[in-house]
């Protein structure tokens, strides 16, 4: 397998093409990888240490009752595989995170309201890049939510952050850099090896029902 580089995923971003690529776009892999170390780290620091909840009760909002059982990396992709939605939009719903984070710096990324957030940050950055955008509801379904939780979260997200989602050119390129960046350092390593581990699990899977029809053809 190719190894991911910051110019393949540069490409990746500026170039994908809906009717030629229907591969899962490089940087949703990149996004669950910054997400997923953010969460270890908030998760070390809760160990050591209690911080209080957030004193806004409406960035709680997020929070669910039960933890999802999905990897961030599978939920982005769902969100990729039913939406369709290009790598500039995770780029742009990635801002968003960022600057929701640094408005209300008490909020902490967790398991709880982590998945919550991509859907949300993702719908908003879809309507914002993309032409042409699917329902609220149709997102909801997507996302494992009904389409009132839906609509709420979209209203107290954008009234949360004020109604500023305007992107420009040099913020969008300073934060597909960032995403670069950190494959440079090190987390395309840790993206390889987990797409590598996932080839090699679905080519077992594939061997094994190829032994299977075999048999029964034998037999």
């Known amino acids: 397998m190719a190894n991911i580089s910051p110019r393949k995923l540069r490409d990746d971003l500026y170039f994908y093409s809906y009717q030629q690529d229907s591969n899962i776009p490089l940087v949703i892999s990149v996004l669950a990888s ?59 719903a990635y801002v968003y995170i960022d600057r929701f984070c640094q408005l209300y710096p008490e909020f902490r990324i967790s398991p709880r309201n982590v998945h919550r ?45 004020g109604f500023k989602f305007h ?18 350092i090190g987390g395309g390593y840790e993206i390889e090896r987990t797409l590598r581990c996932a080839e090699e699990i679905k080519s077992k899977q594939t061997e094994e029902r190829s032994c299977s029809q075999i048999t029964r053809v034998l037999l």
């Open 167 to 184: 992107v420009n050119v040099s913020v969008f390129e300073s934060y597909c850099c960032h995403l670069e960046r950190e494959v440079s």
């Open 34 to 92: 910054l997400i997923e170390r953010n969460l270890a780290r908030n998760e070390r620091i809760a160990k050591n240490c209690t911080w209080p909840l957030s004193k806004n009760v409406r960035t709680r909002v997020f929070d669910c009752h039960e933890t999802p059982d999905m990897t961030i990396q599978s939920y982005l992709e769902r969100i990729f595989r039913y939406t369709r939605a290009g790598p500039s939009v995770y780029v742009v």
């Open 117 to 161: 957030l991509l859907i949300t940050t993702i719908m908003v950055a879809s309507k914002y890049v993309e032409d042409m955008n699917y329902r609220n509801s149709y997102f909801a379904r997507v996302g494992g939510l009904t389409t009132n939780e839906m609509n709420k979260l979209e209203m107290e997200f954008v009234f949360l952050m």
